[in-house]
């Protein structure tokens, strides 16, 4: 039976250096996402970094593979659908600059920065 995915939207905190951001990224994906059809997808995509960038894309990404959204600095990631949310929370607050990193619950990319 095929593993049933969720997305989850990682709010990352702000002030961080692009550099800082995009490690955050690396790390977040590094350890809330281990799907082998998750590396197909970015094998097919054609990155050797753990997740896409939206703005360096220029057609939708392939279903489950984790996105960055430059522009709102925000994570889109797919998780198991019975992940506990408070489990991938605690797990993004381990890691280097993750303190600040909100997850909420999302069905497309956010568009918009969280003040808006």
């Known amino acids: 039976m095929p593993k049933k995915f969720r997305s989850i939207t990682l709010l990352l905190p702000p002030g961080l250096t692009p550099g800082r951001y995009h490690a955050l990224a690396e790390g977040l994906v590094g350890k809330l996402v281990n799907d082998p059809g998750i590396a197909n997808a970015q094998e097919q995509m054609g990155t050797a970094r753990s997740y896409q960038v939206l703005s360096e894309l220029d057609h939708a990404p392939l279903e489950h593979v984790p996105v960055l959204n430059d522009s709102t600095w925000t994570l889109t990631l797919p998780v198991p659908a019975d992940a506990d949310l408070k489990d991938v929370s605690s797990t ?12 909420e619950t999302a069905a497309a990319y956010r568009t918009t920065k969280r003040d808006s």
Do not use: N, Q
């Open 92 to 103: 993004a607050k381990s890691l280097t600059d993750g303190e600040g990193v909100e997850v």
